[in-house]
C-alpha cells in the first residue's frame, strides 16, 4: 500500500481475475477517491473505490465501488489499519489480509462506459463498470481518509457524447 501523495494506492497479487466483454481482466490495483468521482442521478457519494484491471492486451478496466456513510465497513477498516499517513510512505500489509468480495455489494448490477482514467494523463478508452448499489462505512472511516485528502477526485466530467449502458 502507498500513499503516493493523491490518495492511498493498494497493489495486488495473485490471480484476481474479472470476465467482462469477452475478455479476461486481472486485478493491479485499488485507490480512494473522496468525494466520488461518479454521481448516479444527479447524486453524488461520500467516497469511492477504484479497482484497476488490465487484460492482455494492455487495456484497462476500472470497476468503481461507491460509498456512502453507515455502518462502518469491514473491508476498509482492515485496509485502514495499515494506511500509510505521510506521502512517500509504502506499507505492506499480510498476504491474505483483505478479501475484496467483502467490499462488493450483495447486488453487482451496474452501469458501463468507455471513459478515461481519472489521472493525468487521463487516457481514454477505459471501460468503467460503475456499481450501483453503494456500500456504507462509518462515519469515523470517512473522517480518517478525509482529513488526510479533503477533496482528491477529479470534478465529475460531461458525458460528451457517450453512451452509459445499463448492465448486470
Known amino acids: 500500500m502507498v500513499h503516493d501523495g493523491r490518495t492511498i ?3 495486488v497479487q495473485g490471480e484476481n481475475l474479472l470476465q467482462v ?4 481482466w486481472r486485478l493491479e490495483s485499488f485507490d480512494f477517491q473522496h468525494p466520488a468521482g461518479e454521481v448516479i442521478n444527479h447524486s453524488g457519494f461520500a467516497m469511492g473505490v477504484h479497482l484497476v484491471h488490465r487484460n492482455a492486451q494492455g487495456q484497462t478496466a476500472i470497476v468503481a465501488v461507491l460509498l456512502q456513510p453507515g455502518e462502518e465497513n469491514a473491508f476498509i477498516e482492515r485496509v ?14 499480510p ?3 483483505i478479501d475484496l468480495s467483502t467490499l462488493l455489494p450483495k447486488d453487482q448490477r451496474y452501469y458501463q462506459f468507455f471513459g478515461s482514467l481519472t489521472q ?6 477505459v471501460l468503467w463498470m460503475v456499481l450501483k448499489q453503494p456500500v456504507t462505512l ?3 472511516q470517512l473522517r480518517l481518509f478525509a ?4 477533496a482528491n477526485a477529479r470534478p465529475v466530467q460531461a458525458l460528451n457524447g457517450r453512451i452509459v449502458r445499463d448492465a448486470q
Open 21 to 24: 466483454r469477452g475478455s479476461s
Open 80 to 93: 485502514w489499519t495499515y494506511i500509510p499517513l505521510d506521502a512517500g510512505d509504502m506499507v505492506r500489509m
Open 147 to 150: 482529513q488526510m485528502f479533503p
Open 9 to 11: 494506492r493498494v497493489q
Open 138 to 140: 462509518s462515519a469515523e
Open 120 to 125: 493525468p494523463p487521463c487516457t481514454e478508452g
Open 95 to 97: 498476504l491474505d489480509w
